[in-house]
C-alpha cells in the first residue's frame, strides 16, 4: 500500500512525463473509489500549454486529478478537472 505522499510523487511525476509539464502544484487529495479500486485522487494545477489572446479571461491553469491506485502505485486514469463557475 502506498501513503499519499508516494501518490503525490508519482502524480507529480506522471504530470511531467505525460503532459510535459515540469511544474505543477498541488491542489487537493482525496481518497476514493474508481471501477472498483481504492485510489488516491490526486488534483494538480499545471500551466496551460498554449496561451491565447483571451487569456484574461481564461484561467491561467489547467487542474487535472491523476487517480492512483492506493495499492500498487499504478496510475489508473488522468482527468481534466472542471472547475465550476464562479
Do not use: C
Not at 510535459?20 to 500551466?47: A, F, H, N
Not at 479571461?57 to 482527468?79: C, H, S, W
Amino acid at each position: 500500500m502506498i501513503d499519499v505522499k508516494q501518490a503525490v510523487q508519482i502524480a507529480k511525476a506522471k504530470a511531467a512525463e505525460i503532459l510535459g509539464q515540469s511544474s505543477s502544484d498541488l491542489e487537493e487529495i482525496e481518497r476514493d473509489s474508481y471501477k472498483e479500486r481504492e485510489v488516491w485522487s490526486i488534483t494538480l494545477s499545471v500551466p496551460r500549454a498554449e496561451i491565447t489572446s483571451l487569456t484574461h479571461l481564461a484561467d491561467p491553469v489547467q487542474y487535472r486529478r491523476f487517480l492512483i491506485d492506493a495499492n500498487t502505485g499504478e496510475l489508473v486514469a488522468m482527468k481534466l478537472r472542471e472547475v465550476a463557475s464562479q
